[in-house]
């Protein structure tokens, strides 16, 4: 049986239990923001699953340790240990996914494969054995605007019924079939749907998050530092790169598209809040982001060369940005979606959650992190190239 802790209470003054947790991909960025949250502020056990656990280790030696937090090193896509360890808990929250936008044209099977079928079998084992289900969907569920489809002109382009993205209102609206970049939002809109029918058919307790955009430390990788020297990681890393080599930023069709940004710190406050409110969480799809940090691709690698001049001492590029075309950077069969503004109507109703950070505040702390943290091995790898 779970036991009450003492002094803790939900949002309607319940005790809150201990309970287990299976954290699948909790060696992620996200997953080890949530599994310091766990060990530092609640009495859950957590048992991480992932193939790495680079960005955990910490949580797992003395003297944070203290047997709360058990790792479990396996691929879900082919190990039978899996049902046993969502047996064992009381709730499965899966973060596994390949997410990465350079992906989603040059791997577009291993990224369906990835966000629904390798995602199936966990629906099932949480379906079949009664056990609660938070799956991490994504923004890129909307695809593109309705606004993004009138004329640039137009006056209800400007009208937030068409570009405020809602999740029982809003409609789902991708590419054509030959702009593979849509393969990640196809996918992960069928596991959001077969996870809302194993609710209504068969009694799943399930929450369903559409992050929007979480960055913060320990987002992505450095390419060649802490991660492979081929590949593109998402703009945040794409840009703090670019930042700590002296190179121009690389703005894709102009930077133009806008986006949302949200401190991974407050996201996972919200993740708190579904984990230890189940009787308002479950049944809900959330979106978590933060509607008021909105800027272009193009403002934010202004603001970043700014912020990163000021936590580096370093004086900003001459030319700090540079255009390149999608099809350059990204190769055919790449679309994009035009803007994504979370409406917070349902998140704040159910679990009375508001973002806090400023964007300024989040790109200083996450920038003075990777500075701190990369700046001194670049300096080595551009002083010894070839080794």
């Not at 849509?182 to 749907?193: D, G, M, P, V």
């Not at 703005?251 to 919200?270: C, H, M, N, P, W």
């Amino acid at each position: 049986m779970a036991s009450t802790v003492e002094g803790r209470l939900d949002l309607d003054g319940n005790p809150i239990k201990a309970i287990k947790i299976c954290i699948i991909g909790a060696g992620g960025f996200i997953g080890s923001h949530l599994c310091e949250k766990l060990m530092a502020e609640t009495p859950h056990t957590v048992f991480a699953v992932d193939v790495y656990n680079d960005k955990i280790k910490h949580l797992l030696e003395p003297p944070r340790a203290d047997g709360r937090m058990q790792f479990h090193r396996l691929n879900i896509k082919n190990d039978s240990r899996l049902e046993g360890i969502v047996k064992l808990c009381d709730l499965t929250i899966n973060l596994a996914a390949i997410c990465t936008p350079a992906d989603y044209n040059t791997r577009p099977l291993d990224t369906i494969y990835s966000n629904f079928i390798d995602a199936l079998p966990v629906v099932k084992f949480c379906s079949e054995n009664g056990k609660r289900l938070i799956h991490f969907s994504t923004c890129e569920i909307y695809g593109k605007t309705v606004g993004s489809f009138l004329p640039k002109d137009h006056p209800l382009r400007q009208d937030p019924d068409f570009y405020v993205l809602k999740e029982d209102a809003s409609p789902c609206i991708f590419g054509s079939i030959e702009k593979q970049r849509w393969s990640y939002a196809c996918a992960k809109q069928l596991i959001e749907r077969l996870i809302y029918a194993e609710g209504a058919e068969n009694g799943l307790e399930f929450t369903i998050v559409r992050p929007f955009n979480w960055i913060g430390p320990r987002m992505d990788f450095i390419p060649g530092i802490d991660g492979p020297s081929e590949g593109v990681p998402r703009v945040l890393a794409c840009f703090s790169n670019n930042l700590l080599r002296r190179e121009p930023l690389k703005l894709v069709d102009g930077g133009e598209s806008q986006r949302t940004f949200i401190y991974i710190k407050d996201a996972i406050e919200a993740v708190l809040l579904m984990i230890e409110n189940p009787s308002r969480a479950n049944g809900q799809i959330f979106n978590v982001g933060n509607p008021n940090n909105e800027v272009s691709v193009r403002q934010l690698a202004e603001m970043m060369t700014q912020v990163y001049s000021k936590v580096s001492s370093e004086p900003p590029l001459e030319v700090p940005t540079i255009d390149v075309s999608s099809k350059v950077f990204y190769g055919e069969g790449y679309d994009d979606s035009d803007r994504r503004i979370p409406d917070m109507t349902i998140i704040n109703k159910q679990l009375g959650w508001n973002p806090k950070t400023s964007l300024w505040d989040l790109l200083d702390s996450t920038l003075t992190y990777q500075h701190r943290t990369y700046a001194e091995a670049i300096k080595k790898t551009l002083a010894n190239p070839t080794s």
